[in-house]
Structure formats: C-alpha cells, structure tokens
C-alpha cells in the first residue's frame, strides 16, 4: 500500500525506485492516484564524479498500469517509455528495447531492479500526497536528480 | 573334493590379491549410465551429464509475480538457498572491469560505423530518466551501462529479472525461475518433499513449484530404489530362508548357502577387478542371478547327501552356464564382457564351493510323497494338468506378435508425474535453449570463449565475452570518441576521458558469487563450455562437439540390444553344441526346454507391452542358464527329492529375482518380469511332464520306465 501510494508521485521518483530510499516518503492512499497523466518536466542530473549537471525538459505522459513516457525534447530529442513488460529507449526512430520488468500501477516499480534502488540515499517530493510537482532523488554516489513537473 | 578345495583356495587368494591391488590403487566403480557403450562423442557426454548432474532449479508458477517473488524468498530461507541474483554487488564488482564491456547490439553498430547512432543512444540515456549505473568519468557513453542492463536478456532471451530473479510471463501465468546450483542429494530430496507440501498448502492457482533438473531425478530415483531394496530384500531373504527350510526342514543348509554366496561373489568381484580398473556398476547388479545359480548348486549338493553324487549334473550345469555367457566375454561392448567374467568367475566360486563343502548329512529333502502324488496323481488329473499347461504355453507364445523393441530413453527411466510436469514447463518457457548442446573444447576459457563468438553461439560470451573481443571493443570505442567525441561533449559536458583506468572482466577469474554461477552452469568442468544450440546448428570447428543426449542414448541402448541379441543366438548355438556332446540325440529335449521358455517369455512381455530392451534382454542368458540347471538335475535323476529340490530351486531364484517386478524403476521392473516369467516356463519346461509325455506316446518301454521311477520313489527307494 504505501509503494502504491508513493507511487509517484509522477514519474521520477520512480525511475529510481524511489520508495525503496531511506528518506519517508509520505504515504497517500490509492485514491490520491491518478488514472492518468501528464504534462512537462525540467530535469536537473547532477553527475558527482565529474562535477557536471545536465539539464533536460520534455513530456511526460503517465496511464496507470499501462504506460510511463519519459519524452525529453531538448536538448537531445528522445523518448524512454515503461510498459508493465519492457522499457525503450527511442532516438531518431530507433529503438532499443530491455525486456526489463516494470510496473507502471507502482511508479515506483518502473525501475524494479531493486538493487538499483538501493542505490538512492533518499527522495524528497513536494508534496508528499497526490502528484508532486517537485522531486529530489540522491544518490549515493553524490548524484542527483532535481525534476519538476507541471501538469 | 580335495583338488576342488586347492583350486578354490587358489582362486580366492587370486581374487584376494587382484582386490588388494585395485584397493592400494583406490577402487573405483563407473555409475554413469552413458560409460555402458562406446559411443560418438561418449566422452563429451559423459562430461556434460557429470557437469548437470547436481544442478537442479525451482520453477514457481502462478497468476501473481509479487506472490511468487514472496515465495521463492521463503523458500530460499526455510532451503538456505542462495539463488537470488545480488545485482548490486555484481554491479560493484563489475565497476573497474568494464572497459571493454559493451551490448551486443551497441557493438554491431560500432562494427557497421554507425558512431552517430551509437552517440544519440548515449546522449539519450544521459538525458533520460535512469541514473547512470557506472562513473561517468571513464565511460561518458554510459556503454558499461548499457551492457550491464542487457546482462539477463542476454543470459536468456525472454526472461527478465525481477528482485533478483529471473522472470517470464505467458499468457496471464506467470513463472519465476530459482537456479539452485549443485545440490547434495539429500538436499535435493528434502526440497522436493517441501515442494510437494507446500503445493498442498497453497490455494489452487495461487502458487505452484516444480523441481527440474538432473539432480532432482536422481535424488527422487535413489531414495525411491533404497525404500525398494530395503523392503524388498528383506523379504526376499526372508521367502529364500523359508522356502530352504520347508525344502530340508532344517536351517543347517543356511551356513553352506551364505558362504557359496560370498565365495561367488568374492571370486567374480576379485576377477572383474583383476581385469578391469573400474568397472560399470550394472555389471553388480546383473551379477544378483549369481545368487540363483549359487542356491542351486547348494540345493542340489545337500539334498543328494554331497556334491560328489551330483557331481555329473553339477559339472553339466556348469558347463553349459559358462557356455551361455562365455560368448558375452567377445562382446565388443566392455560392459558385457565385464557381466560375462563376473558371471563366470562367480559360478566356478560356487561351484567349487559346493564341492568343497564337508559332506552333509541328514539334511535330505522331505516330502517327496506329497509332490510325487501331487504333481503326477492319477491319469485324469495329469492329462488336465498337461492340457492346461500347453493352453498357456500357447496362449502365452501368441504374445510374440506383440513384442515391441524399445530404445528410446523412456523405457529405461520415467520420472514420476510431479517431475515430469515441471520438465515439460521448463522445456515449454525454454530458458537455455532445447534439447540440445555444444561442447566446446578450447585449451583454456578464453579460448572456449573465443571459439564460441566465432561460431556465433550465444552462450557464456553472451554474458562475459572473451578478452580478445573486450580488446577489440576498447578499439571499437576509442574510435567511437574519435568520431563522435567533441560533439558529445559539446552536448552533454562531458569530456572523453584521456586514461581509461578501468580493467577487463576475465571469465576464468570472476569474483562474483552470481557471475561465478553464470561461468559455472556454462562451463562446469574447466575449460570447455557447454552452450545449449539450436536446432540445425553445425560448425565446421573440429573443437564445437554438437551433442544430442537423447538421440546418443537411444543410439547406445540400440548398440547395446544388437550386441546382445547377436551374442544370444551364439549363446544359444554354444549350447546346442555341448548339449550335443553331453546328451547325444536326447540334446533336443534340453534345448527345446530353454527355446520355449525364451518364447512364452517373450510372448507375456507382449501381452503386458513391456518392451524387450538390451536389459531384458540379457535376462534371457540368465533364464536360459538357470533353465538348464532344471532339465539337467530334473533328468539326471527323475525321482521325487529331485524334482522337489528343483521346485524349490525354482521358486527360491523367482523369490529373489522376481521381487524386481515391483520396483519403481523401469529397468528393474522389466528384468524382473523377464526373470519371474523365464524362469516360471524354464521350470514348466524342465519337469518331465512333456518328455514323459513324450516318452510314453513314443516309447512304452521309456514310458514304463519313468513311472517304475516314480513309483520307487514314492516307496522311498
């Protein structure tokens, strides 16, 4: 119940497994879950080892049990998609698909791997019930992930 | 008797010897099914099944994968199974390895040139979502991770990785396969029992595990065959003691009973050792009828008051046993030579022993009167007797039209339903290919590794490719920088690294606890690798073996079948020819005895489809053996304490030998009808029923004579 809720929280906090961080994610209850989604996003990766940030913004567009579209426009148009079976990346037409388990119903899933997961120190969202139009995800690494949605 | 206790005494301290030689040297005996014929490619086969023979894996089944994930992490606590994939740690270990790491697909683009498209994918999976797996600092291009995450559809096309375990879904069923890795028996038993009892717990359609794999079967076939020769041989023993008792109401024939037995037995293990390094242990196994012959031989030596009045029976029926399994010695097959010598060394044992023996007395057989009148009686009850007997002899002999020959593996071992079920589901998701394999046999890893890129098999490199290819890959990507480099960084900031200082993953040397089972199920015994291939697959590489386990087995069991059908009809001449020698014209009715028995056999195994195979097969050298020890002492002497001993003769060798027709295992079940069913129509055949018959239609004055026989018998004469 409570990955379902945190269930993100939009899309991000999923990409890195974020329920599984350290840091409490408030719990929502499943109504607070939209069926669908969507909107923009600015996305801040700050790389640690090479003390470098890259920034990106797109599309996101998110259909409960079915679907989360990561589309980044600029400054390299590409498109991550997550389906309860696999996730692609497509860039100029060309797809490359990883039969990888993800669970779209769970944002938080769409990165199963758990051990991937662990690689988060924590995740800070805002705010913590319903969708988020702000979320933080560290690493432990010293990476992070600043992302903010609008919808 | 004295000659035949030095002879006796001699082939003992042989026998003793050649044992203490093999023991200093460390006795070792061949349990592999496969080492019984010399067949193409027996060697790698032979490696292959010791490779798997401990590999067993748990497939969960069910309609929720977040159930079977919560199973299959009971089920690796409550078993101490470590067979979750700890991604994490590999992926630690695999950080300063992987410079010359990319996925199979990334590396066919480099190969064409496409550095532009190699680039974009980069960028994308930068300015993606995912976080990199990997420092960027050495691999800006995020290639390690692209790898990394196409570890597991490389390892098996269609199954992903779910918390560590590998995962499929078909239809709205979804599977979860645990890799148990090697499993002690006794482990692999008592998951199995916790399988079935969990099965049983479980809700229908909420969770179902299968036990698949070799070590399963094996564990399942042992404790099975143990239970079985407990209770089995215990009664066995139990009918053989009974039956020597009522035969010589007395236990004073037990001592002379056990010490021919394990003189037998002592003299044929020191000369199959003497001969053969390490022997098949079928050749154990058949070596049981030893213990048939030995009881006759005993019987027949105390019931006539000492071996020297039987002395011409015995040494015929020797003779003529020797010659039924001494053309087996010529075979061109070393397991049934090894069975001949056991066989024929074992005999010469009891047979010396049962002239050795101190001569016993007062041990004769009693109640000669009750058989006498039971099995003659009167005309009427004898002629219905007769008529009933050739009733069944024919009716058992139409049977022959119903004889199948089987080679196929299957009549030699079937799992029991539970396994069989799981088989066919892991053969059905086909995680590692069908039913075939590749062996290759480079001198070290890296070049198996090598020469399985090169044959373009998708097997270990798929996974961990060879040093030679991650050098290459290094070459690869360095012109991918030279390419596509300065826009690159002019994108994203990130600059080419000027020293790479990260290593490369060698597969003969992997760390990992998760990679170290990857390299092992592929190349369990060393150097070679072991790839499942697809069907069609050929390689004109003298060092790619392609195998076929079933198609070699069926190959070596149809070697086996026509080896010992060709020795069989020897057997049989062989016979025809000292039967000859011994018995003149009266030869045909011994021979007669055995050719029926062979053919109403034969028949009953129609009638109940039980295949003749090259186990059954052999059972006939037995029956044909024992079935002349009947004629022979039934002949030699017609009288009432003869006929009994060899009644229960008989019976004692279908106590033993026939018990087998209640075991689980198909080989043993079907010698042991073989054997119950020889035996019943070579001790039918040996009374003198027929001859007698024969003798009264054809000769009054032999007829008169058969029954002053009896009737000086009966007055106890």
Redesign the interface.
Known sequence: MCKRSTVFLA??A???GAVGGTVAVTPASDAALPETASGTFI?R?T?A??D???T?TGTFRFEKGRLFE?R?LK??P?T?TATP?NYA????G?T?T????SNVDEIAKI??????K??VKGVKSEPQVGFPNKVT?E?K?G?R?D?EMKR | MKTARIVLAVLIALAGAALAWRVCEGLRVETDVLALVETEHSGSLMELAAGRARQGQLLLEGGD?EQLVKVANVLSEQFKLNTAV???KT?RYLAPRTRGLVSA?TRELLRAGKFK?VA??S???????????F???DDPFLLAMDYA??M??NLA????????YP?C?RGDRHFLLMQCGDLSLEKAEEIMQGAERINGSFAAGFAKIWCCGPVFHTARSTSSAKREINLLSVISVVLVALLGWMLFSSWRFVPQLLVTVGVAFFVATGALFAFFPCPHVITFVFGVTLIGLAVDYVYHSRSAGGAGKVLRPLTQSLATSLACFAPLLFADISAMRQMALFTMAGLAGAYLCALAWRRSRGDRPTGGDDITRRSRGDRPTGNIFAIGVGLLVIAAMCGICRVKVSFEPSAFYSPGKFLAEGEKRLFELNPMGGGKFACIKGKTLQESLEIEEAVGLRGLSAVIPSLRRQSENVVLVEKLKESEGKTYTE?????MPQEDTRGFLDAANVEDESLKKVVRSFSPRGNEIVVPCPEGFQSADTRVVVLDPRQAAKKMFARLFISAGKLFYISLAALAVLLIVFFRKKFFDYMSGVGGAVLCTMGMLGWLGIPLTCFTLLCFFVMAGLGLDYVIFHRSKPVPETRRTVLYSFLSSLAGFGMLAFTEFPVTRGMGVTLAFGLFFAYLYSGDEFSRRRRVTSSPEAGKQGRTNNSNASRGE
């Open positions: 899309a991000l999923v990409l890195c996305q990766k790389l080892d090479v470098v940030t890259i990106s990561w980044t400054p390299l590409s991550f079976t990346i497509t860039v100029n060309k490359t990883r039969n990888l388990k990165f199963e791997i758990k051990e991937v662990e690689f995800v690493f690494n990476d992930l992302i | 994968e700890d991604f994490q992926l697909e498209d974009n994918a960028a994308a999976r930068l300015f993606g979502p995912v976080p990199p797996l420092s960027v600092k995450m196409s597991q559809s096309p269609g199954w992903s990785l779910k918390d560590g995962v879904e994108l994203t900031g990130l600059k």
